[in-house]
């Protein structure tokens, strides 16, 4: 699972029942689901929507993050 998220550490939080996973290091990137496994299945697909945009931006992801 580190793999999936680029070293970055991830946690999960719960909320009315509702489960959200974010990244420790900037939790403004999250993703909700009903189980942890379709939280973190969400987490993965925003982080690649949020670094596909960083990309398409031009803007560095490692140097912002790391």
Same mark, same amino acid.
């Given at each position: 699972?580190?793999?999936? &998220?680029? @070293? %970055? @550490? /991830?946690? *999960?939080?719960?909320?009315? @029942?509702?489960?959200?996973?974010? %990244? *420790?290091? %900037?939790? #403004? /990137?999250?993703?909700?689901?009903?189980? /942890?496994?379709?939280?973190? *299945? #969400?987490? +993965?697909? /925003?982080?690649?929507?949020? +670094?596909? *945009? &960083?990309?398409?931006? @031009?803007?560095? $992801? $490692?140097?912002?993050?790391?």
């Amino acid at each position: 699972m580190h793999d999936d &998220y680029d @070293g %970055f @550490g /991830v946690r *999960i939080l719960e909320e009315d @029942g509702k489960l959200m996973a974010q %990244f *420790i290091e %900037f939790p #403004e /990137v999250a993703a909700c689901g009903n189980t /942890v496994v379709a939280a973190l *299945i #969400e987490l +993965k697909a /925003v982080w690649e929507a949020t +670094k596909d *945009i &960083y990309i398409s931006r @031009g803007l560095p $992801i $490692i140097d912002m993050w790391h």
